[in-house]
């Protein structure tokens, strides 16, 4: 008698359970590749330097006929970027939960945001309108991928699992970041041994970063399965309407809409300080490409082991007292940039090393617990109100920067303005029962959360 038919369905089930898994990380695999090497490293410090060889005698750009400082040009099109992903987020949210059809439409979004950021290669000369388009393209296209993404993680992982699969997930996007940024540290250090000029050696990185997230977006959409309507209704395209539904409902638990707009405040620093600290180590600390790849290779590779490490302490500690105390050492990190020296690229490192080590584990467990909060049924619009907090409401912290920059022309000013999202989002977040929030949810409580 063969093995397979000794299997019990339980067996099978896991079996299964663990497949989907192994796909579901290979979209932060896929997607984080883009965050690293072309939000965090690449486009900011390129952009703006093509925003200041188009700008006037006084370094501004007019986009629209609107004067803009050409430094605070990225940081405008960032904040852009999420108006369109709160447009079309909702969208995403309702229609996969309405039709059950998730892979689809994260192929679709993971495809567009791809081919936008493989065409990042023909920004050249004082193109800084066509790098501003496709940004926003690139941005909210993968905002709403990671909508239909983060709504698989209640499906392919019960309660107990949860916390560690997200972390894993975590720790696949960084470890994929790493990788890449090695293979752009060795193009961009030795261009001219490979017969490129900077620009183009940073346009290569740039559109490797779309065809990496397009090549290995094959694997999840390979693994993961849909499981049907999660409701008998028709699908239709009223993503606003499902989403006023949605806070209705939120209204109903508070506790969910308390963590989450704790975690809209917390994360609104950590997506700016991902997305601005190149600019800030260029352009304020006169940090070279060379340093700066080095130094986001670094955080890569302690967020792998941040991710991992701070799993392990939410099996210990709880996710929320491990998350609390990751918003502690933001806070001290952050503080900490104001008063770097400028050309001292060693305390640059030490100040990336302390990001590196809480901001995996910071999200994941973010992501995990709030999985924990999501009524069952509910959980592609719920995330899209997640992943509004997450990237697409991350518009006022690069809008506070752009305008502190604006107004001061110090990247000081502007880094240390962000210290106060992370003190309100301690505050809010440790006025949220999580235990009570879980039960309301209608979800089993874990043994530690």
Known sequence: ?????????AADEAAERRREQHGWYFYDWACSVYSTSVLTVFLGPYLTSV???????????????????????????VSASVIVSILVMPLAGAAADRTGRKKPLLALAAYVGATATTGLFFLDGDRYLLGGFLLIVANSSVAVSMVLYNSYLPQIAPPEERDAVSSRGWAFGYA??????????????????????????????????????????????????????????????????????????????PLTLSFLFAYLIYNDGIQTVISQASVYGSEELGLSQSTLITAVLMVQVLAVAGALGMGRLARTYGAKRTILGSLVAWTVT????YFLPAGAPVWFFVLAAGIG??????????????????????????FSAYEMSDRGMSWLGPLLFGVTYQLTGSYRDAIISLVAFFVVGFVLLARVPVARAIGDAGNPLPERI
């Open 334 to 337: 952050l503080a900490a940039g």
């Open 357 to 382: 080590l809480v901001l995996g584990g910071s999200q994941a467990l973010s992501r995990s617990l709030f999985s924990h909060l999501v009524p069952p049924g509910k959980e592609a619009e719920y």
């Open 1 to 9: 008698m063969g093995t397979d038919t000794l299997r019990s369905p």
């Open 176 to 253: 994929a970041g790493s990788l890449v940024l090695v293979a752009n540290l060795i193009l961009f250090t030795a261009h001219d041994s490979f017969g490129l000029s900077e620009s183009m050696a940073v346009r290569i990185c740039l559109a490797s970063a779309g065809i990496w997230w397009g090549a290995f977006t094959l694997v999840p959409l390979k693994r993961l399965r849909d499981r049907g309507r999660t409701t008998s209704e028709a699908p239709t395209t009223r993503g606003w309407r499902q989403l006023a539904a949605t806070v209705r409902d939120m209204r109903g638990k």
């Open 51 to 77: 925003a200041k060889s188009a700008a006037d005698p006084d370094g501004f750009v007019h986009p629209l006929g609107i004067p803009v400082r050409a430094g605070s040009f990225f940081a405008y099109t």
